[in-house]
């Protein structure tokens, strides 16, 4: 049996090939159906009073416990549009495109979005 040797560019140009997406981490975040959601399906909201970019979460104390904060976990990762930023307690939180991203703790299954215009500041995010 005669064994085929191929050149060593073709080797590492299908090595590589194989190598494309291991290892990446999932964003924390998915679009579904116009907006985003958790890995659980619940949907994600940004807050008008927070600025895009700043690196941090206006929302705390009683505001954090009705818009729990998206929080960032060991060893996940983002993307492009995804960045994290400091809460005031020294927390991590997921952020889409500069802000800050949050559940409601009304919505209370996969597909709720009712806190969607909440006090018009609270708004679905979306992709």
Known sequence: MRIKHFPLPVLLSVFLAACVGYGAAPAPARALEGGLVDGAGMSL???DRDVAHSGKSV??????TNWPPL???????GGADYS????????????FKGKPLYRWI???KPGDRSGDGVNAVWHLARP
């Open 45 to 47: 909201y940004v807050f």
């Open 106 to 108: 009304k919505d209370q």
């Open 71 to 77: 929080m960032v976990m060991e060893g996940e990762g």
């Open 84 to 95: 994290v930023v400091t809460r005031d307690d020294g927390s991590r939180q997921w952020a």
């Open 59 to 64: 929302c705390n104390g009683p505001c954090a």
